[in-house]
């Protein structure tokens, strides 16, 4: 009998698995037939029902050495399509390509993991010639009016394709992730991801172009169905941490 009462608890628990709460990072929508700039339709954002990314965007202070991007079939981890970014010879300081989700229903308190694969274009192999490029990853955390936000937001940087006199994290012949693992603060009902790909502030030019594919956020369900932010309002996500 002492065996059974831990058995009848048990069955009155409702236990959420660990799931992937983003499925569209896999940016397989829209189709595109080779490498299709933001705005020549390759737009992750441009999805007609429940879109995983809600801004995909540039910030470039010139009009040559730029960096641009959007979807493409070359490549892909698993599916048919990836999102790729081009370092055009940038040669300017702070110069990013960023993507936001949208708001994904989280428990608070709880552990969760977020990642992206990502690997180097064997023919257009990045190039840094001094200047550093980082993919920078931040995780904003709201109440359930998606506005508010509650506490301190995760940072974490990469750089792009790895540290110097290190051998390169992302390779040309292979998918390699980089994620991190995080506990939701009290009080979030919602999470918000940025991925943010940023030329540093040293000297001199990079070049080259790498694709991304299967950003994920892993972990429980909010366990309130159809839960949505109301009013739907895009957050400003805070000032990405500068590498060390």
Request: net charge negative.
């Amino acid at each position: 009998m002492r065996f059974l009462l831990p058995l009848l608890l048990l069955w009155g628990l409702t236990v959420f698995a660990d799931e992937n709460l983003l499925p569209g990072g896999n940016f397989e929508v829209p189709f595109v037939k080779g490498r299709t700039t933001l705005d020549q339709g390759g737009d992750p954002t441009n999805v007609a029902k429940d879109p995983a990314w809600i801004t995909f965007r540039f910030e470039n202070s010139g009009t040559t050495g730029i960096i641009t991007g959007g979807l493409t079939n070359e490549v892909a981890r698993n599916g048919k399509q990836s999102l790729y970014i081009d370092f055009n010879h940038v040669d300017q300081p702070y110069q990013s390509a960023i993507l936001i989700s949208n708001f994904i229903p989280v428990v608070s308190g709880t552990t969760y993991q977020v990642g992206i694969w990502g690997r180097t274009d064997a023919r257009d192999l990045i190039d840094s010639e001094g200047r550093s490029a980082y993919l920078k990853l931040e995780v904003d955390f709201f109440a359930k009016d998606a506005f508010q936000s509650v506490g301190e937001p995760l940072l974490r940087v990469q750089p792009l394709p790895g540290s110097k006199d290190h051998d390169p994290y992302f390779k040309p012949d292979s998918w390699n992730r980089f994620y991190v693992k995080l506990t939701t603060p009290p009080g979030a009902v919602f999470a918000q991801i940025t991925w943010r790909w940023e030329t540093g502030g040293d000297p001199g030019e990079i070049n080259g172009i790498m694709y991304f594919d299967d950003a994920t956020m892993d972990g429980p369900p909010n366990p309130i169905p159809d839960l949505t932010p109301s009013p739907v309002q895009q957050s400003t996500p805070a000032a990405s941490a500068s590498p060390q």
